[in-house]
Each structure stands twice: as structure tokens, then as C-alpha cells.
Nanobody, 119 residues
Framework: QVQLVESGGGLVQPGGSLILSCAAS????????MGWYRQAPGKQRELVAS??????NYADSVKGRFTISRDNVKNTVALQMNSLKPEDTALYYC??????????????WGQGTQVTVSS
């Protein structure tokens, strides 16, 4: 069983930066996608960024501001968030799973870490 533990959320002013980290216990296939999703109140969960091998994918709303990175040895994934905006406020979830999958028995989710961007 894989468990994901996120850290790094918090309150930041507009224009500020945060780094989210996610550590996976257990063995994670290097072919699995690791990524970050977010869910704001009243909205659906949406993909923020993902990484599979050297291939990264970003939501249009965060391109140029967020950077995702992965360490396959340490089984960690990080999200560097710069130039944060109030609309980035959400609960951020770490996800690991097969390519193209989100809710299968091989998908794993963290408990979520809150990011609040406010002055």
C-alpha cells in the first residue's frame, strides 16, 4: 500500500511563492505519473501539473508560474509555485498513478494541503 504525505501549504500574499512537497511511502513505478491537483470550494478537482519521465504537463492557468519536479530515488514530487494569485487558493492534492488513470485501485491520493493566497 502506498501512502502520500504532502507538506508546504500555507498562507501567502499575492505575488509570493510556496513549495509543495509530496513523499510517497512504498514502491512507486517510475512509469507512473506523479502530479498535483487542486480543488477550490464549489469547484471540481482540476489538474495543476503532472510529470511522467521527462514529460511535464501544466494547466494553462499556471504555465510559466509553477514548476513540477520529481525524484524517483526518493519517491518525491514537488511543486514550486511562484507569482501566486488569489485564484490559486485551493486544497492541493498529490496524486500518483498509471498514465491516464485517476481513480483506479492503482491510484493514490494524499490528504491535501491548503494553499491560501490573500493579502
Amino acid at each position: 500500500q502506498v501512502q502520500l504525505v504532502e507538506s508546504g501549504g500555507g498562507l501567502v500574499q499575492p505575488g509570493g511563492s510556496l513549495i509543495l512537497s509530496c513523499a510517497a511511502s512504498g514502491r512507486i513505478s517510475s512509469t507512473y505519473v506523479m502530479g498535483w491537483y487542486r480543488q477550490a470550494p464549489g469547484k471540481q478537482r482540476e489538474l495543476v501539473a503532472s510529470i511522467r519521465g521527462d514529460i511535464t504537463n501544466y494547466a494553462d492557468s499556471v504555465k510559466g508560474r509553477f514548476t513540477i519536479s520529481r525524484d524517483n530515488v526518493k519517491n518525491t514530487v514537488a511543486l514550486q509555485m511562484n507569482s501566486l494569485k488569489p485564484e490559486d487558493t485551493a486544497l492541493y492534492y498529490c496524486h500518483v498513478g498509471p498514465y491516464g488513470s485517476r481513480w483506479s485501485k492503482s491510484d493514490y491520493w494524499g490528504q491535501g494541503t491548503q494553499v491560501t493566497v490573500s493579502s
